[in-house]
């Protein structure tokens, strides 16, 4: 069983940078693939990044690509969004995930474990 609370979310203008963390609970975070995922209220949830356990993969949604980076901290059962040069289109309530044995990170579906997401706002 894994909790995962998101933190860092705010308003920023167009161009600015957020970091986005993502704590988890549970010794067995370190073996899950952590995926991070955003909605708006016109929107499906959609795939932002994911990460692979050992962190040696990633995978960005094109939207992102260059902008977002995805890391985590095993040791400290943490999981990290740096989203930089952000657009207006960017705004939505951002939500992590992790699940084990995912084999496709941009499958909502496959993820058991969700946050309670954050907020994150681009003015322009």
């Known amino acids: 069983q894994v909790q995962l609370v998101e933190s860092g979310g705010g308003l920023v203008q167009a161009g600015g940078s957020l970091r986005l963390s993502c704590a988890a609970s549970?010794?067995?975070?370190?073996?899950?693939?952590m995926g991070w995922f955003r909605q708006t209220p016109r929107k499906e949830r959609e795939f932002v990044a994911a990460?692979?356990?050992?962190?040696?993969?990633?995978y960005y949604a094109d939207s992102v690509k260059g902008r977002f980076t995805i890391s985590r901290d095993n040791a400290k059962n943490m999981g990290y969004l740096q989203m930089n040069s952000l657009k207006p289109e960017d705004t939505a309530v951002y939500y992590c995930?992790?699940?084990?044995?995912?084999?496709?990170?941009?499958?909502?579906?496959?993820?058991?474990?969700w946050g309670q997401g954050t907020q994150v706002t681009v003015s322009s």
């Open positions: 549970g010794r067995t975070f370190s073996m899950y693939t």
């Open positions: 995930a992790a699940d084990r044995g995912v084999v496709d990170v941009k499958s909502e579906t496959l993820y058991r474990y």
């Open positions: 990460i692979s356990w050992s962190a040696g993969t990633t």
